[in-house]
DNA sequence: ACCTGAACACCGTTCAAGT
DNA sequence: ACCTGAACACCGTTCAAGT
């Protein structure tokens, strides 16, 4: 799986997917950099030849899980649209993963990883001629709430999991994998950001054509 | 200074009180239970009286940094200038401690800490007639942004004042503590939130009014 | 170029026992 | 009610040395 081909070592993608999976087997606080070590059969001094600290890592892993943002497809949408699609797409992305929005969250912090949401959001709204301040705002907005928000949730579903047979545990067939509807707010959310950015370009238009 | 009332031990209060001072004067890294037992004239263990375990402790610090949150006068304001005073006033209680949007943010994700946004908020709400759900949302997009945007912005902030003198050092005087202009586009993204909550609750009345 | 082996300087938490 | 003393089971990072 994780090993490499014979004759050669292990390279920095096989530290970071590697440690993709076991952050998704057994979450944020077991990921220790001993714990990627023995599951690459090497010794922990190892991982410091590919990576300075953990923390430039973790970024790796975040950028593992953040890859799938690249290949949404903006075209022949309106702007407003395009701010409930990527928005939508991040909580999924981070949902793929255990404990992935706490971990993008502290990434995206520090720096150390790019925007999600901002590159695809300003392919629309150049096409629609947004301005490209108020473009950044609205992609810092969707970023800082989605990330948050999932953080929240995705605690509550870890919480969930492991006090799960304490209290009403009758639910539907594997009703863990099926996301709650809670994802209702969600969207509302989204659609006030999608709003809120409208109101800002038709402030900004009506200023120029006074 | 933290040192409680002679005869009488520490309290929960002197505990966490101390933390936030150590909190503030060598930042999160730095905030061990060592740290503060040490800075109490205490063992390490006796800190476990008082606090289950370390993140209950680092939740009170968090509530104490939130605190004045509840001081903000919402009276005669229409809602949309009550999201822009709770979301700069939120802003200004995270920065007024080094780390402390790193700290809140955590505790809010694990839900040991109330929301600082959505009572005062609904006060508002409300009073104006907007429905509860869609004041619900605004309040969750508000804190998750200004948390989220602030957490960067602190440690942008950090890491300029490590690295401060291999760079251009020269600035106007004491342009640390004065809050740089990047605020403006803190404020604008407060300003897209209230006008997309002010969008939906439109769109609300208009289906109520057909 | 990539890894071993061993050490350093720490962590959070537990628990019997004291007063 | 509040704390001591000592231990347990870990951490991330460094560095000389190997191949």
Chains 1, 2 share one sequence.
């Not at 903006?74 to 699609?85: A, F, G, N, Y």
């Not at 969600?186 to 409208?198: K, P, Q, R, S, Y």
Request: proline fraction near 5%; glycine fraction near 6%.
């Amino acid at each position: 799986m994780s090993a490499p081909a014979s004759g050669r070592r292990h390279s920095r993608d096989d530290v970071s997917r590697t440690a993709l999976r076991l952050l998704d087997e057994y979450g944020l606080p077991d990921l220790t950099m001993r714990a990627i070590a023995t599951s690459l059969d090497v010794q922990v001094s190892a991982l410091y030849w590919h990576f300075p600290n953990k923390q430039s890592l973790l970024a790796a892993v975040s950028a593992r899980i953040l890859g799938p943002m690249d290949q949404v497809d903006v075209e022949d949408l309106p702007t407003s649209d395009v701010v409930r699609l990527l928005g939508g797409r991040l909580r999924e992305c981070l949902l793929a993963y255990r404990d992935g929005a706490e971990l993008v969250s502290s990434s995206l912090a520090l720096g150390l990883v790019d925007s999600p949401v901002q590159s695809q959001l300003m392919r629309a709204t150049r096409r629609d001629g947004v301005p490209d301040p108020l473009a950044l705002v609205a992609a810092e907005t969707v970023m800082h709430y989605v990330v948050g928000f999932t953080f929240h949730e995705q605690q509550r579903l870890s919480a969930d999991a492991l006090g799960l047979l304490d209290t009403e545990t009758s639910l539907s067939p594997d009703a863990v994998s099926a996301p709650p509807e809670a994802g209702a707010d969600f969207a509302e959310a989204l659609t006030m950001i999608a709003d809120g950015l409208d109101a800002a370009v038709r402030r900004h238009t009506a200023r120029a054509g006074r």
